[in-house]
C-alpha cells in the first residue's frame, strides 16, 4: 500500500521560510516522480514543484522559482521536502504530496496516488 504523509505546514508572516516534508512508503522510490501540489481556496490545484529519481529532473512553478526548492532523501528515509523561503499572503494554500511513475507531470490529473494536505498560511 502506498502511503504517503506530508507535514510541515503552519503559520508564517510574508517573507519567512517554511519546510515542508513527506514521507513516502509502499513504493520503489526510485522509480517514481513526486510532486507538490496546492490548492488555494476556491482554486484548481497546481503542481508547485516536481522531481525525479527516473531521469533527476526538476520542475517548478514559474509563480516560486528561486523562491522554492524541492529535495529528496532516499538514502535513508523515501522522504522528499519543499523548502519554501520569501513566502507571500499568495502563497496561502493546502499543500500535497503527491506522486506518478518515473517522470515529472504538471497536469495535476496524471498523479496517481496522494497524500493529505498540510495548511501553509502566509500573514501580511
Known amino acids: 500500500e502506498v502511503q504517503l504523509q506530508a507535514s510541515g505546514g503552519g503559520l508564517v508572516q510574508a517573507g519567512g521560510s517554511l519546510r515542508l516534508s513527506c514521507a513516502v512508503s509502499g513504493i520503489t522510490f526510485d522509480d517514481y516522480a513526486m510532486s507538490w501540489i496546492r490548492q488555494v481556496p476556491g482554486k484548481e490545484r497546481e503542481v508547485v514543484s516536481c522531481?525525479?529519481?527516473?531521469?533527476?529532473?526538476?520542475?517548478y512553478a514559474d509563480s516560486v522559482k528561486g523562491r522554492f526548492t524541492i529535495s529528496s532523501d532516499s538514502d535513508t528515509e523515501n522522504e522528499v521536502f519543499l523548502q519554501m523561503n520569501s513566502l507571500k499572503p499568495e502563497n496561502t494554500a493546502v499543500h500535497y504530496c503527491a506522486g506518478h511513475a518515473f517522470f515529472c507531470r504538471v497536469q495535476v490529473s496524471e498523479h496517481n496516488f496522494w497524500g493529505l494536505g498540510t495548511l501553509v498560511t502566509v500573514s501580511s
Open positions: 522531481t525525479s529519481k527516473s531521469d533527476g529532473s526538476t520542475y
